[in-house]
């Protein structure tokens, strides 16, 4: 009878631990959570980040921080997250620079897929070539004719060698005919900091932060847009199928990954509250704003999945178009 009494005692008290570690598990409230953002503050995933991290917080009933890590192509900012405890209190926040990196580079210091526990996708978007006024550039037909009469005048800004940006508007080079050259930069309001006086002449960017603004206020010349429809906020930016060049569509996306080895029940509450916050009327007012919008809740697998797929995209849009990423 002591026997038995006491592997009740024993079952019961294991199911409570049991219990108490899945409840520890789940309260955020001990540490605030952080979120790396592999940009300076004031471009648009800097935006989007603030936007989550205070959501978050409400959610979670903790503190949530964004920290800038700028640098690398997004390289500096990644690493630091897989390298971080995988208690679901840090998080990177990553975009198509992400899949670039895992075809372009050979010496990450971690794997883009196998050292991540997908969080959950962010927004998707489209893309916006502008130029800057000293520029004289006034459409992308005005591009395309005064870089094929002078190869190599116009200058262009990135996020750095590699980055979804230099891709982007290589692509556009190569779709064109003509040929631009490359100023590299840690994070888009440093090049868009530069493009608006003129310091360089254009600059292909996701539509938050200043860009739109910008563009309203004639102090950029909007060129063209990605996707099949004009913005919302600047409607006087065609498409780049209507401004002539239809072979050019891609589109940028941001995300949010945690730790490997993060515990599949915290992932999972991350994610609930993430799509929580993006189906928030006040969030998507914000992304309307500049542009965007949410993208398809995601469970952490499926965005696991879009991530591989995207590195097999840009792996096979790296080849068959040759665009040199060094």
Known sequence: MNVYRFKRSFIALASGMLLC???????????????????????????????????LAAG?????????????????????AAKAAPDGTTMALITDTHSINAVANAKLPYDSINDFAPVAQLIRGDWI???SKASGITSLQDLIAKAKAQPGRFSYGSTG??????????????????????VPYKGVSQALADVLPGH?????????????????????????????????????????????LPQFQTTFWYGLVAPKNTPADVVSRLNAEVVKALRSDDVREQLAKYGMQAAP???????RQFMIDDVAKYKDLIETTGTRLE
């Not at 409230?29 to 953002?37: D, E, G, L, Y």
């Not at 979670?60 to 630091?80: F, M, R, Y």
């Not at 600059?203 to 990605?226: D, H, R, Y």
């Not at 809740?297 to 965005?303: G, H, K, S």
């Open 21 to 55: 570690g899945a409840a520890l598990a789940q309260d955020f409230s001990n540490k605030p959570i952080r979120i790396f953002v592999p940009n300076p503050p004031g471009g648009g995933a800097d935006l989007i980040a603030r936007l989550i991290a205070s959501k």
């Open 60 to 80: 979670l009933g903790t503190v949530a921080v964004v920290e800038n890590k700028p640098g690398g192509s997004s390289i500096i900012s990644t690493d630091a």
């Open 129 to 131: 070539l502008v130029a």
């Open 161 to 182: 060698i590699g980055s979804v940006h230099h891709l982007a508007t290589e692509l556009v080079a190569e779709k064109a005919g003509i040929k631009l050259t490359h």
């Open 200 to 244: 360089i002449d254009l600059l292909i960017s996701g539509t938050a932060g200043s860009i739109i603004p910008e563009i309203n206020a004639g102090k950029l010349a909007g060129l063209a847009v990605t996707g099949d429809k004009r913005l919302t906020g600047a409607p006087g930016t065609p498409t780049f199928a209507q401004a002539g």
């Open 297 to 303: 809740p995601l469970t952490p697998a499926q965005f």
